[in-house]
């Protein structure tokens, strides 16, 4: 049960300006103008915390580590929260900023957003402000999650033709390999995009899953508009997949058939196939890869 705090309710404040934002499209900003007080904040979410809520997140129609007094807030959070958690959803870039960096160490969970490393792939993508490096920003996302204690999570929205190339998969892979995620959720597009672009289907995000390398904690995440394409998995071929990339049942929902199903459930009783609980979300993987590190 997740509790948001939208920090910046009254107007979209971003420092990107994605081709598919849920929002509508504006011009970016690198400071907040309309500001929310830490006090009203506070007072609001205490009225809430009687309540059984899990996690605190922290977002924003735009991007809420943009909010001034963030740091702040997060002190007074933590002093009333007891051991509910604490997330922000980020689109990374403000990291640079050794305020908002040091901010962030005290949450128990971050999600970081990367859509693309490469230079071009980024500015097209994501449109941010024109003071953004992509390449200094990388290598802060590295520090951070070597740094970090809590739980992070790397989110990859892939749009079509634009940052579900072979070459930009392959460059996100190099440096995923070197961020500590706990969690990579790759998804598509679900919502009108402010601007006319298309995500992908899920068939081509089962595919670009397996494009990463085995290690990475690849999730899919985006399973809203996914269209079934339920297909015949020999034993072979389920053992093989799930070799690749551990998957969900959701995800095996949409890619085997009924028969394939009954298969990986004999597999399962035969514990050639076990359930790994990784960071709330049940995976399938071959009993002999349970050990893997990630
Ligand atoms: S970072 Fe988020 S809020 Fe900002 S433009 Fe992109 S999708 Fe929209």
Redesign the pocket.
Known sequence: MSLGIDLSPAL?Q?N???L??E?APSATVTAQSDIISVKRIVEELSLRLNEKIDIITLTAN??PTLYPHLNELIDEIDKIKQDTQTLILT?SATLVDANVFNSLLKLDQVKLSLDAVSHDVFKKI?RPDKKIDITKLVQTIISFSKQYKGKLFIEILFVHELNDTKDEISKLNGVLLEIEATRIDIGTIDRPPAYPVMGVSYKELHTISLMFDKTLPIHIASRVHAEPNNSYYSEKDILNTLDKRPLTMDDINLLLDDESKTRLYKLIKETKVAIKTTSNLEFLVPTKNIGRKR
């Open positions: 979209k971003c990107f300006d994605c598919y934002c929002l735009g991007e689109n994501d």
